[in-house]
């Protein structure tokens, strides 16, 4: 069974309709990346998975269990559900380990001192062991960006939604996130990534979707769909950004 099944997802803004039927399946420790131009739909399906925007029609399975029923209380999928964004939204008066610990103490009703161990052990893992009680205003957007990756994997997330996190940053900073990614790989995280970064997507991706006005009009794995794309506008996009 798929970790994550998407199944006829659609989603419109008023008249505008994003999503216009999405099929994807994501296997447990897969990395899947989605590529297109802008407003081709990319941040709109990751929002839709994590629910933080209701679909219209369709069904997201997590699990196999059916996560988008109306009604149903989002709190709980989000919990499993970890999403960052491009802009890494640190609250610039805590210290990096305390916006770390915030969800985990709301949402999961854990205490600081449950939290101490866990939480160094995240920041060590990924190298930020000496920034901990640092200030958002005293780290390089890089950094902040990993402090933002270690806050939502400190709520302990099955799956992680990754939307055009490097695009912010400065290019000589790119490298230390992916490095991040890299990592979380290895160890068999299942994630999803809105990039535009192809030589990543390329080395890492088990699939690449190109999603062209709300449709994944071409998906498969990164060395055939980025040296063999059959689609004449897959071929458009890719000449443009490669
Ligand atoms: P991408 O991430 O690929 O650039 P988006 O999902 O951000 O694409 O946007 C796809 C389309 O959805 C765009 O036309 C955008 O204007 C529209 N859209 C996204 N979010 C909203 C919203 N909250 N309200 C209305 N329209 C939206
Ligand atoms: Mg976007």
Known sequence: MAKLDLKGVTKSFGDNTVCRGIDLSVNEGEMVCLIGASGSGKSTLLRCINLLEPIDDGR??????????????????RARIGIVFQSFNLFPHMTAAENVMLAPRRVLGKSRDALDAPVKALFERFDLGQRMNHYPDQLSGGQQQRVAIIRALAMQPEIMLFDEITSALDPELVGEVLDVLRQLRTEGMTMILAT???AFAREL??????????????????????????????????????
């Open 60 to 77: 997201i399975l997590l699990d196999g269990v059916d996560i988008s029923e109306p009604g149903l209380n989002p709190q709980p999928i």
């Open 196 to 198: 535009h970064e192809m």
């Open 205 to 242: 991706a088990d699939k690449v979707c190109f999603l062209d006005a709300g449709r994944i009009l071409e998906e498969g794995p990164p060395e055939t769909l980025f040296s063999d794309p059959k689609e004449p506008r897959t071929r458009a996009f890719l000449k443009r950004v490669l």
